[in-house]
């Protein structure tokens, strides 16, 4: 990605139409993951945190997954510094090897990559290059009808 930076936090802005939580028991051992009533934030950090072995947990890309199974229609806002992944997935997802572990390469789910510079979503290791919006935003809905398994995105200024 052509972007300055790296990401060092997302922020989850929880709403009363999806209140989400992140599952410690997936996160990769360079994220530091907190919460608190209004949002949840993923911190990347340089030094491994001592996370016991999981099965579930992501052991070559820095991911983490929500604690909950969506169902219906969920809304949340996302919010980062640097640049970042924002990403649906399904729960199956492979989490212990290879490329196809990271959000949007593979046909379990969908990751929009964001900077101030451009935005790129993926899906099944295809990408679409999506111009970043004037002025930049920091700040992205997402939009998740499980009925059609169809994530949308927009942008929040």
Same mark, same amino acid.
């Given at each position: 990605?052509?972007?300055?930076?790296e990401c060092?936090? %997302? $922020?989850?802005l !929880?709403s009363?139409?999806?209140?989400l939580?992140?599952d410690s028991?997936t =996160?990769?051992?360079?994220?530091i993951?907190s919460?608190?009533?209004?949002?949840?934030?993923?911190?990347?950090?340089?030094?491994?945190?001592?996370y016991?072995?999981?099965?579930d947990?992501?052991?070559?890309h820095e991911?983490?997954?929500?604690?909950?199974s %969506? $169902?219906?229609? !969920?809304y949340?806002?996302?919010?980062?510094?640097?640049?970042g992944?924002? =990403?649906?997935?399904?729960?199956?997802i492979n989490?212990?090897?290879?490329?196809?572990c990271?959000f949007g390469?593979?046909e379990?789910?969908?990751?929009?990559?964001?900077?101030d510079?451009m935005?790129?979503?993926w899906?099944?290791?295809?990408?679409t290059?999506?111009?970043?919006?004037?002025p930049p935003?920091?700040?992205?809905?997402?939009?998740?009808?499980?009925v059609?398994?169809?994530p949308?995105l927009?942008?929040?200024?």
């Amino acid at each position: 990605h052509h972007c300055a930076g790296e990401c060092s936090h %997302l $922020t989850f802005l !929880c709403s009363d139409a999806c209140d989400l939580t992140l599952d410690s028991n997936t =996160a990769h051992t360079q994220l530091i993951l907190s919460e608190n009533s209004d949002n949840i934030t993923v911190k990347y950090v340089k030094d491994k945190q001592p996370y016991p072995d999981h099965p579930d947990r992501f052991d070559h890309h820095e991911q983490v997954l929500c604690g909950e199974s %969506l $169902t219906g229609r !969920c809304y949340w806002e996302v919010e980062w510094s640097g640049s970042g992944h924002v =990403a649906v997935a399904y729960k199956e997802i492979n989490r212990k090897e290879g490329s196809d572990c990271r959000f949007g390469r593979n046909e379990k789910s969908w990751s929009l990559f964001c900077c101030d510079k451009m935005y790129t979503f993926w899906h099944n290791n295809k990408s679409t290059d999506i111009p970043a919006p004037s002025p930049p935003s920091n700040r992205v809905g997402v939009y998740l009808d499980v009925v059609f398994l169809q994530p949308s995105l927009c942008q929040i200024k």
